[in-house]
């Protein structure tokens, strides 16, 4: 029976007297106890639709064609007395961050119970939900305030909350993109359960393609308010037919294959993939040569790897430079820069980017089993193999620098950290937040510092960068010592190292155009004139593909993709041999984060660089790293090659986190 | 969120250039136009009284004394037959100074308060925060009193009280924005691009922290000129025959019963300045949120 | 919990002292002259005394001593209650307060009250209506109201209510009637403010995804802000309650002035007239005293409504799955 039953519905948010769109024509249909995702990108108009499902659209969104019945009940249009009948009866929430999504003054049990008392249950019923949803030792729990349960004992009490109308239907919106894989894991596998165990039907909203393959027995696809494509998660994964599909799949796809290759992975629906799980090693890590992983696939400059990177991004015949790069609409472009459909298959020259030898699959398929090679397409070439060519190859700097200098571009050395932290109860006491921390960064590479949030990697990286003091230990900057260093006496080793900031949104100061920012380091360090600042500016402009009509805007005309390219100019303008990255994608969509990681890729092959690359995604870790070191409480739990650690992880917690990315059971299927 | 709740159609469309934008808005805002007006023409009547009044703001007439508000007498006149609406207009140029005296002061003393304990941290902010707590422990017209008491009566006491009374405001509005801006990565970023304090302090944390201390401002006008009245109210303001508006409305007072005008009026005129400068703060913060 | 307590109890010492100084050293130090402002406000001409007499009236004032030994005296005095000697009215000081603060306790007590109540009403409604027009009207009101100058206020309720009604007496000091004006003077500037900071408050609460969760329960408009939204809306909202109390308190100078109320308000701008300086400081003092009192008090009581205040030991410990 159909439980939800939308057709045509427009949604739009009154700005300004006029109406903006931001869901238009939606079909979608929802059965009894059927597990549904609706997957896109911010904006793509899925939080909206599920807002208009349970009737709390904010005060400035509208219904302004279309119906969504739910269980009978139209909620186009319907009065504020209809929808509440709906909500928590028949819809239940799961909202987005469980951190805020609890009243903070009341306990946690009280607001359990009270959406129990709506349909006149019991007190010991409340206990009884959280019990079901996973609260450990409900009794004492629910006595507690929200503040005093950690994130995922608060989702677990939303979940509480929602089971306690006894809805037929629960919406799930982003239900755990807050919290740390591990715990995300562990509780959308609870979620699943007890819904499918009770027959209720759950709606996911998820920006994780991954995340709703793993559970969903159907996803729909949604994009700029429309519905783009709809299907099983085999077939969506496999066979996608629209071209935003298949690069939303590639992005989320993990390139992390699994430690062992035949874990019990729950029996699903979908098509066998021709790969089976033992493939995927094969294909993610066979460039990598033993010694120095990804070495042999740079290349000359003389073979632009330009054009096969903007095919992949669906804009074939854009120059770098040009201004149709794709999170870089032009004058001329439209607003949706690159929905027109690309070329199928020779958009993902994934294929030919599989070094000869190794097992070429089919192009359908590569878009998820290739992860590392679809962001460093590589056009095919001859002397793949040849390691004195090679070496060569890597232009941008002098030879003697980058091959037989032995010095690592930057080194830490049982580096510790203690912050006085002042306990109004129990006087000042240290914390530790790094405990001999100790790695390098080879020269040319990317080194990557993994773990989940407050594990010390933040701190790690400013202090490889001066602008916080070791407690203890030697941090080496190009062989200089630069722990315990001035200000005064640090700068001129500044230039070496620069670093790109999570945020694009408050990386550049809202007051400077591109162009200051771009040539602030300059003028910090009084290079050149400004002429010479001028014509570097454009240079570099050119280097991250923005158009050169971009120097004279300021950051709110950019989007966070531009502002984030912009910030990596401003990296670039000194020509650092290191580039410090602090989660430069965690807050971009998915497919823009795939164009930085391109671009971060390729200037790395053309300048030379070296990346110090802070990340709690291992996804993105894979794709973009050649060696990591994973830290958990401040320490450094494992190290090493990129394949070896996360293809075999020695270390527990590695393999917790490993476990834990979302996709990996689709992907077994 | 709430940011999901209002996501933007679009998030990657990057916004266009904007022009134009303050015409669209006085035009959407009517009465922020309005109160824009009303504030200029005071205080160019402030600077040439005598541009929108034929009468002197001394000069007596007994033969039309106490009238009630006319054409000819927009406010009436009062028991010596002078023309309210030119004292009243004569009476800006002193209100105005005030105020400006006023402003001047918390500006400079809150802005450098606030920046100097935001940027330095640790123990000077610690001991300059305590100053301001102190100074805020004072209800402000009693602060304001005890500086008048010393300092004794007329314009310009009566303007550095008020303006000492708004500097604890001023300084913490200025110090938190201060902090604020200074943990931004772009600060970060420019400290990272090697450039040097001063340098960080200048170009980024003044022009970023600028705006919400530049609304405050102008509310903070509003607030003077209601103490500056009051306190001429009160009979600390400037010697007769001089008229500050709150001796204006205070002279009044003793009329009421008879000639409500001579209270009233001046009033709802200041009444109407603060309410002007109150909208344009609000409005402010409306446009650069 | 004693430790916080006793800590905070020494703070508003602490900040009570600072704030005796300052005011000391502004009444002491910033004119010229201290002795010929005082001698004048005791109604003295300097030029007409011999040297032995202004040193016998400086004796008289303790003038002759030093600033830290007037300094001492003073504060050694107001620790035993003792205010000083008024300049102009030759008697303790305290007598005064106690002769005046009568009719100021009651003007500010009163008129508090009757704000903190208007005050949540309106930005409770304000924030309630669904109808727009009537949302932007109640929400605009507060400015309105913080607009007007008190005297303003109190000369229009005077023509209005006295001349025009004859409702209520336009002066005195006697009697619920006299009360009545002087107080919604008050209230019309002190609800304002408090009116403001809870309707932002308010809109801040009603923003935030609990009231999400607590609407997606099923839960009607109103229990919704009721339950979840008022008491998060206050909180934040009750740091301000200091600032209420000394409006109220600063507002009496004005009120009482218009309204002829014998009040402390009224006994400050008498003694700033008279420039009679013991009495101002012993004002000052009085007032920022209440002041830091209700911040205290405010200070002590947040924990026991905000749980996340006194659970901060098991959230630091608790947090960690």
């Known amino acids: 029976m159909t439980l939800v039953h939308i057709q045509g519905l427009d949604v739009g948010y009154a700005r300004h007297r006029t109406i903006s769109p931001a869901v238009t024509g939606l079909d979608l249909t929802v059965a009894q106890g059927e597990v549904v995702a609706i997957v896109g990108e911010s904006g793509s108009g899925k939080t909206t639709t599920a807002n208009a499902l349970i009737g709390l659209l904010p005060a400035n969104g509208r219904i302004t064609a279309g119906s969504a019945v739910v269980d009978g009940v139209e909620t186009a249009g319907a009065k504020e007395r209809v929808l509440r009948g709906l909500r928590g009866s028949v819809v239940g929430l799961i909202p987005q961050d469980p951190m805020v999504g609890l009243n903070p003054t009341q306990r946690v049990g009280a607001q359990v119970a009270e959406a129990v008392r709506l349909r006149g249950g019991s007190h010991t019923e409340a206990l009884a939900f959280l019990e079901e949803a996973g609260v450990p030792d409900p009794e004492m729990r629910a006595r507690q305030y929200p503040h005093e349960l950690s994130g995922g004992l608060r989702q677990r009490v939303l979940i509480a909350i929602a089971l306690a109308g006894k809805p037929k239907l629960i919406i799930a919106d982003e239900p755990t993109s807050a919290l740390d894989v591990t715990v995300q894991k562990r509780i959308l596998d609870h979620l699943e359960g007890l819904v499918r165990g009770q027959g209720i039907a759950l709606l996911i909203i998820t920006h994780d393609l991954a995340v709703a393959a793993d559970r969903a027995d159907r996803i729909a696809v949604m994009r700029d308010g429309r519905k783009v494509e709809e299907g099983n998660p085999g077939q969506i994964l496999h066979f996608p037919a629209e071209p935003y599909t298949r690069r939303l799949v590639e992005a989320a796809t993990p390139a992390i294959p699994r430690p062992t290759p035949a874990s019990p992975a ?97 192009p359908d398929l590569s878009s998820f089993a290739g992860g590392a090679a679809t962001v460093l397409p590589r056009p095919p070439r001859e002397d793949v193999g040849d390691p004195s060519l090679n070496g060569a190859a890597i232009l941008a700097y002098p030879q003697g620098k980058t091959e037989t200098s032995p010095t690592p571009v930057l080194a830490l050395n049982e580096v510790s950290k203690i912050f006085p932290v002042s306990d109004p109860r129990r006087g000042r006491r240290g914390f530790n937040a790094l405990d001999k921390v100790t790695f390098e960064v080879p020269r040319g590479r990317t080194h990557a510092l993994v773990g989940e949030s407050g594990c010390g990697k933040t701190t790690t990286l400013r202090i490889a960068l001066g602008l916080e003091s070791a407690t203890s230990g030697s941090v080496r900057l190009d062989g200089h010592e630069i722990a315990g260093l001035s200000w005064n006496r640090m700068r001129p080793l500044r230039r070496k190292a620069q670093l790109v900031h999570q945020d694009p949104f408050a990386t550049l100061d809202p007051k400077f155009s591109v162009r200051q920012s771009i040539v602030e380091p300059l003028v910090s360090f009084r290079v050149g004139d400004r002429r010479s600042r001028e014509a570097r500016a454009r240079e570099l402009l050119d280097q991250v593909a923005l158009p050169v009509s971009y120097l004279d805007r300021r950051p709110r005309e950019l989007s966070g993709g531009q502002r984030q390219r912009v910030a990596i100019a401003r990296a670039l303008a000194l020509q650092p041999d290191l580039i410090m990255l602090d989660e430069p994608v965690s807050a971009l969509d998915v497919l823009v984060q795939e164009q930085i990681l391109q671009l971060l890729a390729e200037l790395q092959r053309e300048l030379g660089l070296s990346y110090l690359f802070v990340s709690h995604d291992l996804a993105v870790v894979a794709r973009i790293s050649h060696t990591v070191s994973v830290m958990s409480d401040g320490r450094i739990v494992e190290q090493g090659r990129v394949a070896d650690v996360f293809t075999n992880p020695s270390s527990p917690r590695t393999r917790e986190l490993v476990e834990a990315i979302p996709g990996r059971r689709a992907n077994a299927a | 969120m709430t940011a999901t709740l209002l996501e933007a159609p679009l998030v990657e469309a990057a916004p266009a250039p904007s022009g134009g934008r303050l015409t669209s808005v006085l035009v959407r805002r009517p009465l922020f136009l309005v109160a824009l007006l009303y504030v200029a023409f005071i205080v160019v009547s402030a600077f040439w009284p005598s541009l929108f009044t034929s009468y002197g703001p001394i000069d007596t007439d007994p033969g039309a004394v106490t009238l009630p508000p006319s054409l000819d007498h927009f406010f009436g006149t009062d028991i010596y037959g002078r023309d309210l609406w030119s004292r009243v207009l004569h009476g800006s140029a002193l209100t105005i100074q005030a105020t400006l005296i006023a402003l001047g002061i918390a500006v400079v003393a809150g802005l450098t308060l606030g920046i100097v304990a935001g940027f330095f941290g640790s123990y000077t902010d610690s001991i300059l925060m305590r100053f301001v707590d102190v100074l805020l422990a004072i209800p402000g017209l009693l602060l304001a009193l005890s500086i008048v008491t010393a300092l004794g009566y007329g314009t310009v006491p009566v303007a550095v009280a008020v303006g000492v009374g708004i500097v604890p405001g001023f300084a913490r509005t200025t110090r938190a924005e201060v902090l604020r801006v200074k943990t931004l990565p772009y600060v970060e970023a420019a400290r990272a691009g090697g450039a040097s304090w001063t340098r960080v302090l200048l170009r980024h944390i003044l022009p970023n922290s600028w705006g919400p201390v530049a609304v405050l401002a102008v509310l903070d006008a509003g607030v003077a000129i209601i103490a500056i009245a009051s306190l001429s109210f009160l009979g600390f303001g400037a010697a007769p025959p001089a008229a500050e508006w709150g001796t204006l409305i205070a002279d009044g007072r003793n009329y009421l019963i008879t000639s409500w005008w001579l209270s009233l009026l001046p009033g709802l005129f200041v009444a109407l300045l603060v309410l002007s400068l109150n909208h344009i703060s609000k409005t402010l913060q409306e446009l650069t949120r | 919990m004693t430790r916080y307590v006793l800590g905070r109890v020494g703070q508003a010492v602490a900040v009570l002292w600072a704030a005796y100084t300052l005011t000391f050293a502004i009444l002491y130090l910033l004119p010229s002259d201290p002795m010929e402002l005082q001698l004048a406000a005791a109604g003295v001409q300097t030029d007409s005394l011999t040297a032995a007499q202004v040193d016998a009236i400086k004796q008289q004032f303790g003038l002759d001593q030093s600033i830290w030994a007037q300094y001492w005296h003073h504060l050694t005095g107001l620790l035993q209650g003792d205010f000083g000697t008024s300049l102009t009215q030759q008697v303790p000081v305290g007598d005064l307060l106690a002769q005046r603060i009568g009719p100021t306790l009651q003007l500010s007590v009163s008129a508090a009250v009757v704000s903190l109540v208007l005050g949540s009403a309106l930005a409770y409604l304000a924030t309630f209506v669904s109808l727009p027009w009537l949302r932007t009207l109640l929400s605009r009101l507060p400015a309105l109201g913080a607009s007007f100058p008190q005297f303003f206020v109190a000369l229009f309720l005077i023509q209005f209510f006295s001349f025009q009604l004859g409702w209520f007496p336009a002066t005195g000091t006697t009697g619920f009637s006299s009360l009545v004006m002087p107080v919604l003077t008050i209230s019309v500037l002190a609800s304002a403010v408090l009116a403001q900071v809870l309707i932002k408050s308010f809109d801040e609460t009603l923003a935030q995804p609990y009231i999400t969760t607590a609407r997606a329960k099923g839960l009607s408009r109103s229990a919704v802000h009721l339950r979840h939204a008022f008491r998060n809306a206050a909180l934040p909202a009750m740091t301000i309650l200091g600032v209420i109390v000394g409006l109220t308190v600063t507002s009496s100078i004005v009120t009482e002035t218009v309204f002829t109320r014998e009040g402390v308000g009224k006994l400050a701008q008498e003694a700033v007239l008279a420039q009679d300086v013991p009495v101002v400081l012993a004002v000052v003092t009085v007032a920022a005293a209440m002041f830091v009192l209700v911040n205290l008090v405010v200070d002590l009581l947040y924990p026991l409504l905000d749980p996340r205040i006194t659970h901060v030991r098991v959230s630091t410990e608790g947090a960690a799955l």
């Open chain 1, 266 to 362: 729950v029996p699903r629906s979908t098509p066998a993939s021709p790969a089976g799980p033992r493939a995927e090693p094969l294909s993610r890590f066979e460039p990598a040569s033993p010694a120095v992983p990804r070495l042999e696939a740079e290349q000359p400059a003389a073979p632009s790897p330009e054009p096969a990177a903007h095919a992949e991004l669906g804009s074939p015949a854009a120059p770098l430079s040009g201004p149709a790069a794709p999170d870089v609409p032009g004058p001329a472009t439209v607003s949706r820069p690159t929905s027109d459909p690309a070329p199928a298959s020779p958009a993902f020259p994934q294929a030919k980017a599989v070094p000869p030898g190794s097992p070429t699959p089919p």
